[in-house]
Structure formats: structure tokens, C-alpha cells
């Protein structure tokens, strides 16, 4: 309860500040989006634009969005070190004042798709009117922080979600020096995919629901036995099944072992500096740094330099990146590492389409405490039999007679009367007017290109489990893929579709769904639904479509065509749309 009440202020603090200037101090100076290309650093700043203009975000704040450098992948570290240089170049000696939030939101999105085009950060949720997006969960339920803290940089990521309530001290401060890290009590499985915290001795014997500790030590992704010998784990007494982070655990036991577990951290501005300064030095980076990994693994009084030549989740050149984590190392060994405990919190991951359904499309906890709804800003049939209880809409006008199975999602789309769609199916951007049948588990994606200076559409159509990452190094192993659950060997025999190169963009020796070349181009975003529902339905059914007459493209290349403003204001006309039909309905009621 303490945990749904406290969120729901925030939600409701943010609310006021939607559209009206701030006053100084009361929010964040500066608010910075990274991006990993100029295509993306583009749509995102079209984004912000429009929002803006729409007044949905608080005024007189300098947003920004930090594109990296051209080259090499550099990681969420790198980005951070390139932010820096980007407020210095920008700010110069001012920024040492400001407050700033810094949201790396740099990923292409491969596992949840629908947001690889306009960015994990501008994922919908069902909430707010105008509706939010990740953007403002984040500024939402990081409303109480600017206020608490001395100037420096609050890092966090575009998917994940931390809902807390800090009991009777009201709010966390961020004002020591060094860095400060959020902490959630989370089981071991969950430790073992994120970074670990490792916490000085404590003589309060009392739990609170916040509490200053310092740490000893920082693991990242440790395995359990690593946990145990490094007196990472903690008892629970009493703590219930409700006290453990958001996605961490189906099923705990009481008297159960814990550890606690990362999400964002802080960092004071003389670190910033002391990392620009660095970054400075060395000119290029030429190697993936994890902000998390290789700045937080180097802090603490227990901290030591093995991790720096674990390279095991690593997939770029070794020798440098090693180089790399060592000098990061004696850079940083010393600074200390503040953590807040927050025992009555949830940390929750929106990354991947299974992660997306769960929690918006059924009845999940994250649901009840952020107060998501099965409907929102949408026209939807009044008939509830044609409806599923638990499927949701968002920002979307379906026909009176369409159907929705439960677990499924539906945003920013148009369906018609003779449109039913399967359970746990994901549909977004599209127009679907003429009959379809849309199977269980299907994921719809529409994307405007701009190709040649015409406007043309495309969509994406597979199955929600999909795995579009997994790839293979020869034409020979393709049949290894799977698309809708099948070889995709014999989807291309059904579509008519030769293996030759050609089928392929990008890499010739990483072959996978995201870059095989099998989506059709249409001139009208309803005929690119219906020819892409019609291949989906062909490997379904075992049935033929002859895709050869087709432009095709791969999503990689639709992303690089990719029309924001077209997609902006198609999402744009449907907001309108509602708000007319609900302005009617008003004044009808009235």
C-alpha cells in the first residue's frame, strides 16, 4: 500500500508540472537522451520537439539528446564519457551547478521491436492523459530527486522502472561525494543479471525502508557462489513475498536468502570531471565500456582489478578493452560508493516483448501500483463479450465490432469491424481495415519510410517470441532461424524466396531475422498490414504467398528509411480523432 500511495503521488506531482514552467531547483536543470546514431539522435529530438509543443513535459528545462561519436560501439559507459564532453562543450563551466539526468537510451530494441524505430524511451504505457511514455514514468518517478541533491549526474536506463517508498524520511538525498547507488532487495537468480552490491557492516538491527550504507564492494553479474563468498547475501526474517523487486521472484519462501541488487546511481560533478578529464585524455574509444561493469566495479574500499580481465560478456577486441577497465580502474579506486537500501521498492525491466505483455497486458503488480490501465486515451467496442479483459489498448480507435483477445496490445493503430486478433499479440502503428485473422503470439510493427523522397510503409510481422538476435555466420545454417516458430528455410519456400546473398543485409557472416530481407514495401500503411498479415498467415497455415514481386527490406533497413515525422503525426491524427469523438460524447452526456 505504502509503495502504491507514494507512487501515486509522484504521478500526480508530475501531473501539475506537465506544460508550466519550473521554478528554479524544483526539477532538473538538464535532461540528456543518448542516442547511438544520427538517425536515432534525429527522431529523438522530433519527439521532443512535438512533445513540447503538446506542453505534455515540464517547461523552462534544457532537454537534450547526445548522439555517439561515429565508429566503434562504445557501451552506456562510453556514452556517459561522450555526454560529459557534450554538457562541457555545450555548458562549459557553468554545468558544475546543475542538476542533470542523463537516460541512456542508445539500444536498437531487437527484443521488444516495437520500439526500434521511435526508441525505447518513447515506449506508450497505458497512463496519463496526454498518454506518457517511458520519458515521463522516468521524470515522474524521479520528481522528488533534484530537490535532494548537490550538483552532478543521475544515470539511469530508457527500460526499467523503480517504483520506492521511503518510508517516514520522506525522500533519498543524493549529496555525498563520489558516487550513490539505488538498492533493491532482490533473490539470488535476479542477482546473478545485475550488479550486486557487497555492503559494509551495519549495527542497526531494525529494517528500514531506507537506509545510508556504504559499500564495501561491487559485483557485477556474479554468479551465486561468487555471492556467498563475498558476503553478498542477507537472511530474510521478516520480509513477505511482496518486498522483493518488481520482476525478481514468482515464488519465495520466508526465512529466504537476499541480496540487493542495482538499478541507477549518481554520481557528484567532481567525479563527472575527473571521468571528462580522462575521456579527454585518451581521444578515441575503440571499445565497449558497461557504466555499470567498469565504473562501478572499480569503487569501494574492497574493490580489485580481476574483473578487468574478465571478459566473458564481452564481444569486441579483448587486449584494449582490458587496457581500458585498468586505467578506468586506478582512475576511480578510492572514490567511494554510497548506497541507498530500499527495502520497500520494485525494480522492473520493460526490455523485451514477453516483459512488455506481462506487464501491461495482464493482471501484473506493477499494474496495480502504477495504476496502468486496460484502456487508455482509446475508442474501443462497448461489448465486453469481443473483448478481452486483460488485453490493452492504448492510444488507438477500434470498430465497434473488432475483437481483442486477452494478454494482448494494441497501440497507436486503427482496426475495423472484421479484424480479430489472437491472444498475446502485439500491434502497433497499423490500419487494418479489411478481414483479418491475426494468429496468437503475432507481432505487428508498421513503420513510413521515406525512400527515394516518396512515402512508402512497411511491416513488420513475426511471432512475439522470436528471437530476431540469434544469427548464424553461413547461408548454409539459416535454417537454424526461426520465424513464427518455424525453420525459416521453409517460410522462404512458402514466400517463393531464393537463399542467395542477396536475402541478407548488412554482415554477410551475422545472418539473423533482423537482417534477413523478407517484409514487402507498399505505397499505404493498410496494404502493408494486409500483405505482411498475408506471408504471416502463408507460414501459419503452410500455405503459399509470393513475395517476388515485391520490393523487400530487411528491419535493419527499414529503421535506416524510417519516417519519424510521417509516424509522429499518424500517432497524432488518432490522438485528435479521440479527443473530438470524446469532446461529442460530452456534450451528448451533457
Known sequence: VALRESTQRKLR??????????AAGEFWDIVAITAADERQELAYKQQLSEKLKRRELPLGVQYHVFVDPVGAKIGNGGSTLCALQCLENLYGDKWNSFTILLIHSGGYSQRLPNASALGKI?????LGNPIYQMLELKLAMYIDFPSHMNPGILVTCADDIELYSPGESGFIRFDKPGFTALAHPSSLTVGTTHGVFVLEP??????????YRCCYRFLHKPSIEIMHQCDAVFRARNFSQQDFAGDNIPSLKLDTEYVYTDSLFYMDHKSAKKLLAFYEKIGTL???IDAYGDFLQALGPGATMEYTRNTSNVTKEESELIDMRQRIFHLLKGTSLNVVVLNNSKFYHIGTTEEYLFHLASDSSLKSELGLRFIASSIVPAIPECFGKTSCVIQSILDSRCSVAPGSVVEY??????VSVGENCIISGSYIITKAVLPAYS?????SLKMNGYLKHSTMAFGVQDNLKKNVKTLSDIKLLQFFGVSLLSCLDSWNLKVTEKLFSGNMTSLSLWTARIFPVCCSLSDSVTTSLKMLNAVKNKSAFNLNSYQLLSI???LGYKDV??????????FQEISLKKKQSDLETS
Do not use: W
Open 13 to 22: 506531482k508530475f501531473s501539475e508540472l506537465r506544460g508550466k514552467p519550473v
Open 122 to 126: 518513447f515506449t506508450a504505457l497505458p
Open 202 to 211: 551495519f549495527d542497526h538491527s531494525e529494517r528500514k525502508d531506507l537506509e
Open 286 to 288: 575503440n571499445c565497449e
Open 413 to 418: 493503430s486503427r482496426l475495423g469491424p472484421d
Open 443 to 447: 507481432f505487428v510493427c508498421s513503420l
Open 556 to 558: 535493419e533497413e527499414m
Open 565 to 574: 515525422e510521417d509516424m509522429v503525426a499518424y500517432r497524432e491524427q488518432i
